[in-house]
């Protein structure tokens, strides 16, 4: 939802305070401070002014929109309290810029000259850094070092030229253990102005930042203090079954942009397909450092660009490999007690706590299936999501890519779930091996490779060389 001046003033938690420390004619001359507080996916914003670009699709997110004034993109980010749905039924205070958290996406043109006013609304003082961005030292946002900090209620201008093309963040360097911890971070990305063998054209190109927190179980505020036990690991601040699924056309070749702002790294893997790492931080990779990677490793502070032809139809699962980073609401003293027979106990507890339930002895994978299991208001269950066979089991950084052969192109909804050809499906084992469930490709491929008298295994590595970087 996009609000007038007005009713985003009106809206915001320091409307008061910055009515009372910015002049109404300063406050004329400020571009329109967009707003957005929906968690959906919004579509992506085609350039109304200067060069054509494909634009991005921020994951739950939105791209902020720009005016021209002289030749020059002017923005405008407020830094403020937010309210973040983190998943449906759960809902988090944070601390973001324009009603939301991660602030939206700014996206501009190699050689654009930008200038962004950034107005605090907080509680106490900030700054801006522009993670990655080439641009005078008075420009690069770090209180105390480069600038004085911008107190609240007050206004500060950042001006500079879009130097090179990439995927960066912006984040605050003013009492950053909180800030951050808070969720003030968003993206930014610098189209190229021309594509080419560095920066190749693609038909999807989504982002997303990886974030924590650390939210006990019926509170809404996050621990600011902790340093390595967080309990709800994010993609821009939304945990599965909150994250939207990122859809593509068969053959269609996407782009994933991912920057990390947690605490730890996190190795982001994709299935069914191969990526190459065509960027970082620091710029376009060039083509001869690529090679084939189902897993991706982002640590602190990184950026990662990664490409994929979307060649097989499905509902292929991306998420990070760190296990304990696809749950929600962890608790870090649960006792493992797996194996242990607890009925004996359990009818105790129940004699003194009606409706208790017993947990972890085969493990934690049903935990997923009690919806109805008693729990604090506003606490995300650690497993959750439904799946077209059941329960996920999957929570936090989990997602899924959806390639469609009918998705229309740039066409961003989600198609539902995968409807899977007869045959093409696990199954249980019954005994026998009924023709019917062999798929019709797997059938024929078993005839040609295995000779009557014996059973001959053969394999072909890919040859992932000849992956286009062009259309």
């Known amino acids: ?20 420390t910015v002049s109404r004619a300063a406050l004329a001359g400020l571009p329109e401070p967009a707003s957005h507080d929906s ?8 350039p109304p002014t200067g060069p054509h670009y494909n634009p991005v699709v921020t994951l739950n997110g939105w791209t902020l929109p720009w005016r021209m004034n ?15 749905e983190m998943a449906p039924g759960f ?53 105390g070092l480069t600038q004085p900090a911008i107190a609240p209620g007050k206004t500060f201008v950042y001006e500079f030229v879009a130097r090179r093309a990439g995927t960066f963040m912006y984040h605050p360097h003013a009492d950053e253990m909180v800030q951050m911890a808070m969720g003030m971070m968003g993206f930014w990305v610098t189209h190229p102005k021309t594509t080419g063998q560095l920066v190749a054209a693609v038909d999807r190109d989504y982002v997303f930042l990886l974030n924590a927190y650390d939210v006990t179980p019926g509170a809404s505020v996050p621990k600011t203090s902790t340093m390595t036990d967080f309990n709800l690991w994010s993609w821009n601040s939304r945990i ?22 947690s605490m730890t790294n996190h190795p982001i893997h994709l299935h069914g397909h191969e990526m190459q790492v065509t960027g970082t931080d620091g710029g376009p990779t060039p083509p001869g450092s690529r090679w084939p990677e189902v897993t991706v490793d982002i640590a602190v502070g990184q950026m990662r660009q990664m490409e994929f032809l979307a060649e097989a139809e499905g509902d292929w699962s991306l998420h990070c490999h760190k296990a304990h980073h696809t749950m929600n609401a962890m608790g870090h003293d649960v006792p493992n007690m797996i194996g242990v027979d607890q009925r004996d106990v359990v009818d105790r507890i129940r004699a003194l706590v009606p409706g208790y339930m017993a947990m972890g002895g085969n493990g934690m994978g049903d935990m997923s299936d009690m919806a109805m299991m008693p729990a604090p208001p506003n606490t995300a269950p650690m497993m959750g999501g439904d799946g077209p066979y059941g329960s996920l089991e999957m929570g936090g950084m989990f997602s899924v890519v959806k390639v469609r052969r009918d998705q229309p192109a740039g066409d961003y909804r989600d198609p539902g779930w995968f409807r899977h050809p007869a045959g093409t499906t696990a199954f249980e084992w019954t005994g026998a091996l009924p023709d019917a469930a062999q798929a019709p490709a797997a059938a024929a491929s078993h005839a040609a ?10 394999a072909k590595k890919p040859d992932m060389g000849g992956m286009p970087m062009e259309h």
């Open 91 to 143: 809902t988090a205070r944070l601390w973001g810029y324009n009603g939301q958290s991660p602030g939206p996406t700014i996206e501009v043109v190699e050689g654009d000259k930008v200038r962004l006013f950034v107005t605090n609304r907080l509680p106490e003082r900030t700054s801006m850094h522009w993670h990655g961005q080439r641009l005078p030292n008075g420009m690069d946002g770090v209180t």
């Open 39 to 46: 968690a959906d996916t919004a579509p992506p914003l085609v």
């Open 449 to 458: 490779h295995n000779p009557p008298n014996g059973i001959e295994v053969q």
């Open 240 to 261: 599965f079954p909150g994250i939207a699924p990122l859809v593509a056309r068969q053959h269609e070749r996407v782009r994933i942009r991912v920057g990390n702002l």
């Open 70 to 84: 002289g030749g020059v993109k002017e923005f405008h980010l407020v830094a403020e309290p937010v309210v973040r």
């Open 1 to 20: 939802m996009t609000t007038d001046r007005r009713g985003f003033l009106l809206r915001t938690a320091g409307a008061t305070l910055a009515a009372t």
